[in-house]
């Protein structure tokens, strides 16, 4: 069972991640550096390997002359977290 779990998802910052997505329909940059309480730098680079994944997809914008970078979760993305978070669920079935 332990083979079903996403190693993209070892990390709770993936995690914290992902889980903003499932329930926002997008979540921005500095919303999420607050939420997962992380710097810059290491945000930035758990959202490159998401992205590269195509678990999310990536907007950049602007809001009066300010950049806003918002996410959001891919289908591709949807299913994996939700493959991952069952496979985590059936283990700990299965340890009680």
Partial sequence: MIEQL??????????GIMSALMVNETVNFNELK???????GNLATHLKTLEENNYIKVQKGF??????????ITKVGET?????????EKIINDLG
């Fill in 6 to 15: 996403n190693k993209l998802f070892d990390s709770r910052i993936r995690i």
């Fill in 34 to 40: 607050s939420l997962l309480d992380v710097t810059d």
């Fill in 63 to 72: 809001i009066g002359k300010k950049t806003n970078t918002t996410y959001t």
């Fill in 80 to 88: 994996a977290f939700k493959n991952h978070l069952k496979a985590l």
